[in-house]
């Protein structure tokens, strides 16, 4: 069976998880809309789009350890915009996206800090029940109440509509692991902030 094909098979039992509930298995006449996350200006001169799995450690790495220097460097100063694509290559990925879509865009990004800081930590042993509670936990932390989780997880058509864009983004770059880079609509594997440093100066100079 594809990953793909599994991942679709899973969103039922696992939003059921999550939601305390189970899936709405009808398909919505208009897909929902899954919005692209940002940061920075839009007519920012250098635009990257980072591709990144949150049950990825690499990712986690680059979130806990480099990514405010990205944002105090660059996002911050109007001269980078970031579009933030979430990559599900497992269940419990798909979970921590919704739970992140669920807080709105204001507290996104902040639930996405949390989600890699605490990385660990909420997927535990990897059961998915303990899992699915973890992210509840952390939902709840963003101000999210158990009404407010439980409408949102519980939504089928907007968790097959995140894996729609999800299938449509990694084509977009043919991106194949995370975390993975778009700078000014060029490919870059994961990499050091000084090298990405270079990267993003050379674009300023080109501009």
């Known amino acids: 069976?594809?990953?793909?094909?599994?991942?679709?098979?899973?969103?039922?039992?696992?939003?059921?998880?999550?939601?305390?509930?189970?899936?709405?298995?009808?398909?919505?006449?208009?897909?929902?809309?899954?919005?692209?996350?940002?940061?920075?200006?839009?007519?920012?001169?250098?635009?990257?789009?980072?591709?990144?799995?949150?049950?990825c450690p690499h990712c986690a790495s680059f979130h806990n350890?480099?990514?405010?220097?990205?944002?105090?460097?660059?996002?911050d100063t109007g001269k980078v915009r970031l579009i933030y694509r979430e990559v599900y290559f497992d269940r419990p990925g798909l979970w921590a996206g919704m739970v992140a879509r669920c807080a709105g865009e204001v507290r996104y990004f902040g639930v996405v800090s949390l989600l890699y800081e605490k990385q660990r930590e909420w997927i535990g042993d990897g059961t998915p029940a303990q899992i699915a509670q973890n992210l509840r936990q952390i939902g709840k932390t963003a101000g999210l109440s158990d009404a407010e989780l439980?409408?949102?997880?519980?939504?089928?058509?907007?968790?097959?509509?995140?894996?729609?864009?999800?299938?449509?983004?990694?084509?977009?770059?043919?991106?194949?692991?995370?975390?993975?880079?778009?700078?000014n609509g060029e490919l870059h594997s994961n990499m050091a902030y000084e090298e990405m440093k270079k990267l993003i100066e050379a674009e300023l100079a080109a501009g």
């Open 1 to 55: 069976m594809k990953r793909r094909d599994a991942l679709r098979l899973g969103i039922i039992g696992g939003g059921a998880m999550l939601s305390g509930g189970l899936l709405n298995p009808a398909h919505a006449q208009d897909a929902p809309e899954v919005k692209e996350m940002t940061l920075g200006a839009e007519d920012a001169p250098v635009t990257m789009i980072e591709y990144a799995s949150f049950t």
């Open 65 to 75: 350890s480099t990514f405010d220097r990205l944002k105090e460097d660059y996002i």
């Open 150 to 183: 439980d409408a949102c997880l519980s939504d089928a058509d907007k968790a097959r509509a995140m894996l729609d864009a999800y299938e449509a983004h990694m084509k977009e770059y043919d991106v194949q692991g995370t975390p993975s880079f778009v700078i």
